[in-house]
């Protein structure tokens, strides 16, 4: 499974922004797919999954309300809407999949810059 994160740029504190997350290669329809970020001089942290379905959905505490996660499995899609977005907010977000059974991520894509400025 390839992944490729798409949808970054830069955004106005208080603005909005969708990512998107297109698998290819196989279809991630049963995968658990996360998204990530990794801040300048911080630790890789989890934002949010969702499993195959969209019935089981996971956020980190500290960003639950502002983003939403979705997926269209028949684009093999996953999507990351923020909202009222905070100069903390940059970084480098990545998606990932995880096979059914798995401890760990599986699959990462290369991930795209968000910057937000104050």
């Known amino acids: 499974v390839q992944l490729q994160a798409s949808g970054g740029g830069l955004v106005q504190a208080g603005g909005s922004l969708g990512l998107s997350c297109a698998a290819s290669?196989?279809?991630?329809?049963?995968?658990?797919v996360g998204w990530f970020r990794h801040a300048p001089g911080k630790e890789r942290e989890f934002l949010a999954s969702i499993n195959w379905s969209g019935s089981i959905i996971s956020y980190k505490t500290s960003v639950k309300g502002r983003l939403i996660i979705s997926r269209d499995n028949a684009k093999n899609t996953v999507y990351l809407q923020m909202n009222s977005m905070k100069p903390e907010d940059t970084a480098v977000y990545y998606c990932a999949a995880q096979k059914a059974g798995s401890e760990f991520y599986d699959y990462w894509g290369q991930g795209t810059q968000v910057t937000v400025s104050s």
């Open positions: 290669g196989r279809t991630f329809s049963s995968y658990v």
